[in-house]
């Protein structure tokens, strides 16, 4: 059991560096205009949604402070992070089937979108309006499918969790 | 207590959170673009370590084209280079000249190379100065280095030298330590003779070679040369004196043609 849960850490400290550094270096390369998707935000659903609110909300948080120290605001994704973590996490205590759990993914996506971009409009000189959907819409459709595309490469791992 | 940790335990996943949250806002609140904050600096740090790895493979997508684009640049600075350097020795040359032309006593012409002469009859180079600027025949040829030779044939716009190397080219020459007469002469090769000094003369090697002033083509204290060998084991009266010339005639590209010997004018 202790060494489940170990390998556990080990494997959500591994891919929460692969999923920030493809962030930050494959991820601009698909980007579209402004709308790019979060695959550190797909990463912190995936560890609330299988692994627990705990997991999620840590991984979120951490992840989240290593975004912010390579952008120009501190605390914006760390704190949307931890909320979705966490939000999963709840989720998770559903026991949703596969496809449930995929729309409850796209209302998390969606949530985040929106919760950073409330915080960040107050350090920015754009409405929360306009941003909603010049940024949080596209970004969540566009996170959303990327998280599709990988749920189809992963769903059967992903199902036996 | 016991109790009071397992109650605090059911709220576990919330008071994460909590604590989570807080340290956020403190972040948002207080941290504002801090760019001394060694965190920042850390993980900049590591992601510019990583990020020279990243780099590189993105380039092996257009490797090729970088690498045409790369050759062909390559080639155009080199040719720029070739032009750049060529301009350098023109402006180095030029220089010397012009210092030459400054300090000289006599008046100068300038004139540039242009070829060689085609005609077997004597070694010569052709200029591009003629009677447009009052070139004669007989003229002096000179340049920093030392003596070329002289006019030997002229037109409107171009003019023939006679070199040093050529086998009817004689002139008076002393020899700059002892001040001895001789006569220089082409030795056929790419050296020169000096003729008619007496084997009773003191000749050393690295003795140099000057005009003598005697004659009313070249001016006196040109340099010829430099002797690079003596001999005495010759039949007669006089000494086997070989003298390198100060010119590379191989490599003339300016000269100037002396219009007036200040009191010696011809």
Redesign the interface.
Known sequence: MHLDKRYSNWRILLLSLVAF?LQ??FIPIIEISVWRPDLILLLVIYVGLYY???PG??T??II???Q???S?????S??AN??IG?GA??VKQFKLAFNARIVASLLLILGHGLIFYL?YQYKSEVTYGRLIYSRVFPNTVYTFILGLILSIFFRTSLEEK | MIKFLNFIGGFRDALILAICLFLSFCLIIYSDHDPGNPFRYLVYNSVGLVSGYFFKIDSYFDLKDELTRLHRQNMDLAGKNMQLQDAFLENIRLRKLLEFKERSTFQLIAAEVTGFNPHQIFNGLILNEGLRRNIKKRDAVLTAEGLVGQIVQVDEYNSICQILLDRNSRISAQIQRNRELGVIAWDGGVNLKLLYVAKTIDVLTGDVVLTSGYSKIFPGNIKIGVVIDVSKETEGLFLDITVQPAVNFNRLEEVFIVKEVPGNAP
């Open positions: 550094f930050l270096y627990g609110a705990i909300t840590l979120g948080f989240g402070i290593f912010d120290s390579v120009p605001m501190m605390g914006i760390s704190l931890c909320i966490f996490g709840q915080v």
